[in-house]
Nanobody, 126 residues
Framework: QVQLVESGGGLAQAGGSLQLSCVAS????????MAWFRQAPGKERDFVAA????????YYADSVKGRSTISRDNAKNTVYLQMNSLKPEDTAVYYC???????????????????WGQGTQVTVSS
């Protein structure tokens, strides 16, 4: 497992932007697909975005497609989620996760991931 620490959450206005970061410890970062999930109050944790080990392929939930970009820097053991055109419904705790999976459908499943960060709160006001 890797240890993950998210940062970058906060309060933003609708239409604004935020960039979340997730730093991983250990030497296995580049062996893991990375993903972002989010959990709104009273709701289940949902897939947001994922990126393959090399960073060459990305996947997005329909709810954020076109507004968000996931990227990674393997030299810095860091994965990012740039969120633009924020909406109040983006309000949630955002978690990054790591897993040594290579199949797209596995990268979108919460149960595929065994390493999780503590989460960072994103609040979007209207």
């Amino acid at each position: 497992q890797v240890q993950l620490v998210e940062s970058g959450g906060g309060l933003a206005q609708a239409g604004g932007s935020l960039q979340l970061s997730c730093v991983a410890s250990g030497r296995t970062f580049s062996s893991n697909a990375m993903a972002w999930f989010r959990q709104a109050p009273g709701k289940e944790r949902d897939f947001v975005a994922a990126i393959t080990q090399s960073g060459s392929t990305t996947y997005y939930a329909d709810s954020v497609k076109g507004r968000s970009t996931i990227s990674r820097d393997n030299a810095k053991n860091t994965v990012y989620l740039q969120m633009n055109s924020l909406k109040p419904e983006d309000t949630a705790v955002y978690y990054c996760a790591a897993a040594p999976v290579t199949t797209s459908w596995l990268m979108k499943r919460e149960s595929s991931f065994s390493s999780w960060g503590q989460g960072t709160q994103v609040t979007v006001s209207s």
